[in-house]
Each structure stands twice: as structure tokens, then as C-alpha cells.
């Protein structure tokens, strides 16, 4: 079991927006920066959101990061069909001392 | 641009020590605030951080593996490495070391197999 939850899957059709959820507690999401992840099939994990909300160099506006308390959300608008992949939030955890990862979440573009 | 590169075998045996090495490129393992970190994802399954040392030379491990890891720096080849004891078939994964900065992790290296068989 991961220490923060991530719904399985989700899917949504070509252009259409689709939100991703992360729920954790005040000892991680609570009270430290909360960043996303993207990987595509067979590839490294990519930064997509750091800081909560800020996107790195290169990555669209398409991508979206939001927090509220111990909840975090990715949006992503304008689907692609290269938007399928795998997506993982991760933070730091001060009652662990550690990184967690969210256990991800199969995006699938109908 | 940073670029990491993962190196080391990926067959271990059970019982023995996985020793993986990481170059870095594109940028100096003492410089800056960063994180480098190592990070791993058994086949099909998530992602699991395993530790990372301080650009100042501080180091955290994740506590479930914490017995068993060493992560060193070697700064004369711009190097970090990581060691796993008393491997098992559990420890079978994709190795990912990694750049991470206060919000996130921003540089992956492609991943190194590993699987651990007799």
C-alpha cells in the first residue's frame, strides 16, 4: 500500500480534461511541496509539476498541479493520444523521513 | 542539460550485493542544492525512493531498506553509487538514479535493469 493514494486509472477522450487526485496527510502532502510525474510506456519517469503548481522548462500549460490540505490534483486539458501513460505524485513524508510515491495512475485516451 | 547514466550488472545472485554507479553530466555532484537520489520500480509495479546523498554530503535512506543500503559520492569522477546487501528476488527493479531539488525530482537517468536470480 502506498502512502498516498492515487485512483488506478482514468480515462477521457482526445481534447477532452481529465484530473488526477492524490490524497495523503499532514505529515506529507500537508506540509511539504507535492510534485507529478509523468512516464510513458517503457521510459523514465518525467517532472511534469514541482512545487506544487510550477511547470519545469518545456512542459505545456496543458498540465495543471493544485493543492488543497492533504489533497493534490493534476489536470490535464487538450488530450492527446501521447498523453497515455503512467502518473505519479511524490513527496516528502516528515513522519517517515522519506520520499513517498503515489501508487500511480494509467491514464488511458479513449 | 544534466544527464545521468546508470552502470553495473544486472544479473546479482540472492544473498549478494547489488553495486550500481551513476555518472553525471552536465553538471558536479557537489554543486548546488540537490538531492542525488536513487529511486527503483519492479516490473508492472510503482515507484519505490530508496535514498540519496546531499550535495553537502548528508545522506537519508528509506527506513524499509535502510539496514541494507549504502549510497556514496565520489567526487573526483562526478560519480554516485548505491549498494544493496542480502538481495532477493524482491529486489528485482528498474534502478533509477536521479536528480532531485527541494520540490521534485527534475533529471531521471534511463534506468538500469536488475534482477536478482541464481
Known amino acids: 500500500q502506498s502512502v498516498l493514494t492515487q485512483p488506478p486509472s482514468v480515462s477521457a477522450a482526445p481534447g477532452q480534461k481529465v484530473t488526477i487526485s492524490c490524497s495523503g496527510s499532514s505529515s506529507n502532502i500537508g506540509n511539504n511541496y507535492l510534485s507529478w510525474y509523468q512516464q510513458l510506456p517503457g521510459t523514465a519517469p518525467k517532472l511534469l509539476i514541482y512545487?506544487?503548481?510550477k511547470r519545469p522548462s518545456g512542459i505545456p500549460d496543458r498540465f495543471s498541479g493544485s493543492k488543497s490540505g492533504t489533497s493534490a490534483t493534476l489536470g490535464i486539458t487538450g488530450l492527446q493520444t501521447g498523453d497515455e501513460a503512467d502518473y505519479y505524485c511524490g513527496t516528502w513524508d516528515s513522519s517517515l523521513s522519506a520520499v513517498v510515491f503515489g501508487g500511480g495512475t494509467r491514464l488511458t485516451v479513449l | 542539460q544534466v544527464q545521468l547514466q546508470e552502470s553495473g550488472p544486472g544479473l546479482v545472485k540472492p544473498s549478494e550485493t547489488l553495486s550500481l554507479t551513476c555518472t553525471v553530466f552536465?553538471?558536479?555532484?557537489?554543486?548546488?542544492?540537490?538531492?542525488w537520489s536513487w529511486i527503483r520500480q519492479p516490473p508492472g509495479k510503482g515507484l519505490e525512493w530508496i535514498g540519496y546523498i546531499y550535495y553537502s554530503g548528508s545522506i537519508k535512506y528509506n527506513p524499509s531498506l535502510k539496514s541494507r543500503v549504502t549510497i556514496s559520492v565520489d567526487t573526483s569522477k562526478n560519480q554516485f553509487s548505491l549498494k544493496l546487501s542480502s538481495v532477493t528476488a524482491a529486489d528485482t527493479a528498474v534502478y533509477y538514479c536521479?536528480?532531485?531539488?527541494?520540490?521534485?525530482?527534475?533529471?531521471w537517468g534511463q534506468g538500469t535493469l536488475v534482477t536478482v536470480s541464481s
Open positions: 536521479a536528480r532531485a531539488i527541494a520540490g521534485g525530482v527534475d533529471y
Open positions: 552536465g553538471g558536479s555532484v557537489t554543486s548546488g542544492s540537490h538531492y
Open positions: 512545487d506544487n503548481n
